[in-house]
């Protein structure tokens, strides 16, 4: 399903971008209602803005915005940062090409190749090879992926991350859409029983 690399490129559009631009914005007040982990103090926003790569030309300014919190206690001041579905960690790319490249690339590697990834999304094989490591040497050891592991079935194997998982979630969604903005969320490290409502 996510193996057909000319329709992933359709998928990265305006309506999915924001689709987790307002899954952001939930997140983010979710995350000030329940006040500074560190001093109890009330969050205040400290937006700021990001320039991934990977989307189309006409990508709103809301889906180009980190949401991100500031305590508003003095002495405090700490940062505090909301889940995100649209970005994954410091990556410049958006979450979403990220997990529709690595996706792609497992499936027919010939159709899938470093020339025509970088073509269709701007990204050069040395930063693929960089997402594969990570996903396959790092992040099964990482205490995200063993809360992720508990919420997913067996089938979903560690050794062929991120794609087993999306495959699984897209499957058991509604739509494409719907599952990659559901995989962004479990990867992301929201809460299990807020993803029912995406």
Known sequence: ??????????????SLLSLLSRIDEDLAERTREDRCPECGGPLHRADYLRKPRGGPDD??????????????????????????????????????????ILTARSGDRRRHSARELRRRFGVSWTTVKRW?????????????WQAIRGQVS?????????????TEVVQAAACVEQGLARSLALLSGCPAGWMHGI
Not at 68 to 84: A, I, K, Q
Not at 132 to 144: H, K, L, V
Not at 154 to 166: K, N
């Open 132 to 144: 594969i490591a990570y996903f396959r040497e790092t992040f099964p050891g990482s205490r995200q």
């Open 1 to 14: 399903m996510l193996a057909e690399l000319p329709h992933c490129t359709q998928l990265v559009s305006v």
């Open 154 to 166: 067996p089938s979903v194997r560690s050794d062929c991350l991120p794609e087993s998982l999306v």
């Open 59 to 100: 990508v709103p300014d809301g889906c180009l915005r980190r949401r991100s919190l500031c305590c508003g206690r003095e002495g405090c001041r700490r940062r505090c940062l909301p889940p995100s579905c649209l970005f994954l960690g410091r990556r410049v790319y958006f979450g979403c090409v990220v997990l529709l």
